[in-house]
Each structure stands twice: as C-alpha cells, then as structure tokens.
C-alpha cells in the first residue's frame, strides 16, 4: 500500500541522519515526526514534533502510533523490540529481524556465511578460553569489537601483538566480542542500495572510501575499482538485500583485496554516510531513496551526474557551542557544498557536518573537497 505525501512518518533518532531524512521527506510534502529521546538532536529542527522520550519507552511508542502512519529509523541501534511493536499497528520498514541480524556482529557474520559472502576470519569471544582461542585460530595482527553497539570506531580494539591484549576489556562473560583478523586492504567501499515495498531495487555508483580512527574522512564517487569488481559488488549487495527481505536503504561495506576478492565488511540497514554525497551528485539522493522505498513509491534515477568526493567536518576537541569559520572561503571553491549537522556542542571526533564537491574529473572533486575542508575549522 502506497503511502503518500501529506501522511506522517515518524523517525526513530535524531542524528544527522533522520534531520537528513526529515529534509527529503519534507520536500516530498509528508509529515515529520522525530522520536529523538531526551538530548537535544540535529533532526529535531526539520520536525512537525519530538517526542523526547527515551527510545523504547512504552509512553513514546504509543505517543508515536498516534501521530505517524509509516515509520522508519536512523540508526540499528534502536530497539528491535520497540520497532517490533510499532510494526504490529502501522508499516515499520526495515523490519525488527533485519534488526536483529545486523544489531549483532556474531548475528550478523553468522547470516554472511550461511549465504555463502566471504567474510574475514573472525571468531565470537566472551571469555578467557575464548580469548585463547581466537589468538590460536584467527590470529594476530587483530581488531575486537564488541558485539553490539560501537559506532564510528567506539568498542574497537586494535591487537598488533601480544602486549596489546592487557588493553582489552576484561572477557567475564557479561559482555560479547568479534575477534576478526586484520586485513590488508587495497580500498574500502561501500554498496548502497534501496528496494521499495514492490520489491524494486535501484543500486547507487559505488563509493570508495578513506577512514581515520575508525571515523569516516574521505568518499569518492565513482569508486576506483575494475568493472568485474562494481558487478561482483553489487551482486553480493543485492543478495543480501534479498535475502533480508529489507525495505528501506541497505549499506553494504566492502574490503576489496590487491587480487580484486571482496569481503564484506559489516552491514547498516539505512542511510550512510559514504552516500552523503548523493544529495547533490546522484539524480536522487539516498535520503528521498529511503522515503520513496517505504512508502511504496516507485524509486528513483540513481545515475552519478558527475565525479564527486565527500569530506566529513568533525571535532577537534570539547567545547561548549559550535562556531563555524572559514564559510565564506570554503564556499568560493567551484561546486562546492556545505552542511552542518546543527549540533550545539562541539567533541573531540564528532561529526558535525560535511562539504561535498563535484568537477569533471575525481582528482578534482577530491581536491576541491578537500580545500574546502581545510578553510572550515570551528572556533
């Protein structure tokens, strides 16, 4: 059933992403409603309300099926057992079991294997023995994760050598990890694709990425990769997302090998960051995408218009509000844009926006983009 524009959709969070999300779906002419919790959120400000009660409270579940006739998230970190319940009385897209695979990494790579996707070496660990036992099979050089949650780099822990492990929490049993051998890259990508509630799928160019502390810096559109590894890519992507039976965004993200093998890397069922950069270089953003795909509409051209590259603004240290500088000459930079987040404090790796720029050529996207991202600095 199609939902369309002058209904409500509610977005669970109130990140960068669902402000994103509450921009596109706006200019479509629906409703905003943003369940954001108690903290002052970016999305907040795109919002017709903001429930601010904290995401999972039954109070706020019921408050947003009042109000909302479709809903979606931002992020995999909310409740699937919220999204669960919300989806019992109004369409709810992704569903709580794409949730709940992708919500867990030891969920999440078990799914990969059963579906045949190379992955890298990893074992699960929640204790001592455990502990031993990934270093005997997985081996060192190696990163931990924690098994649910972490974002942007958060519960990751990077063991080049024995003397590295008296860092590592404490494995008590309370607490469940990922120990995944390290892996020597030739580029990370990322596969972002949309399917509809009709089952359509419309994949985006694929974006090649750069990250720094486990924060995303750098994206370049088109990736630079062979076309047998854009079809092989995009194949793995779209088995997944059949698979999953997801409606929504799916981001793949990929580590392509000096030989061209692809392993995949993790999942996120919804908008990313790598795909920022689609609002002013694809024919339709990720974010309209996402709208489109959940309320049945048909989706939409995703051609590349031309080369691009994505910059993320983040903070260099903690200080109590954000004061931009450096607009004015980031912007003299030909094609090129700017978007802050509306974050009202500034922290030490926290993203508060990102510019993105497009020329005839990639080399000139990125350094355009990358010119524009040294004259902005927060004051």
Request: some cysteine; proline content about 5%.
């Amino acid at each position: 059933m199609i939902c369309t524009p002058g209904a409500t959709i509610g977005i669970l969070g109130g990140g960068q992403l669902g402000r994103m999300l509450g921009l596109a779906a706006r200019a479509m002419g629906y409703g905003i409603v943003v369940w954001a919790g108690p903290q002052d959120a970016p999305a907040s400000a795109v919002a017709d309300r903001v429930l601010k009660q904290p995401l999972g409270d039954l109070s706020g579940t019921i408050e947003l099926l009042a109000q909302c006739d479709r809903i979606t998230f931002e992020w995999e970190n909310v409740p699937a057992e919220t999204v669960e319940m919300l989806a019992e009385h109004r369409p709810c897209h992704p569903s709580a079991t794409v949730l709940r695979v992708t919500q867990d990494r030891l969920e999440e790579r078990s799914f990969l294997t059963q579906l045949g996707i190379p992955t890298a070496p990893a074992q699960g660990i929640a204790s001592a023995t455990d502990l031993e036992l990934a270093q005997q099979n997985v081996g060192i050089p190696a990163r931990i994760k924690t098994a649910r949650g972490g974002y942007d780099g958060g519960g990751q822990w990077k063991v080049r050598s024995e003397q590295d492990l008296a860092a590592l929490p404490t494995m008590d049993g309370s607490t469940t990890y990922r120990w995944e051998k390290e892996i020597a890259f030739e580029r990370e990508i990322s596969v972002i694709l949309a399917r509809s509630t009709t089952g359509e799928v419309r994949v985006f160019p694929i974006f090649e990425n750069e990250h720094r502390e486990g924060v995303l810096h750098l994206t370049r559109c088109p990736a630079r990769i062979t076309p047998e590894v854009e079809r092989r890519a995009v194949q793995i992507a779209r088995s997944i997302a059949e698979k999953l039976e997801i409606v929504g965004t799916l981001t793949v993200e990929c580590f392509v090998l000096a030989d061209g093998e692809i392993l995949v890397n993790e999942l996120a069922p919804r908008v990313h960051n790598s795909g920022h950069l689609t609002i002013e270089a694809c024919a339709t953003s990720q974010f309209e995408q996402h709208i489109r795909a959940i309320c049945g509409l048909p989706l939409g051209d995703t051609a590349l218009r031309s080369p691009a590259a994505m910059v993320n603004l983040l903070g260099d240290r903690t200080r109590p509000t954000v004061t931009l500088v450096g607009a004015a000459d980031a912007l003299a930079i030909p094609d090129a844009h700017l978007h802050l987040y509306g974050k009202k404090e500034v922290r030490a790796r926290r993203k508060l926006g990102h510019v993105t720029a497009l020329a005839s050529t990639l080399d000139e996207a990125v350094s355009r983009a990358t010119r524009a991202h040294a004259a902005l600095s927060f004051g």
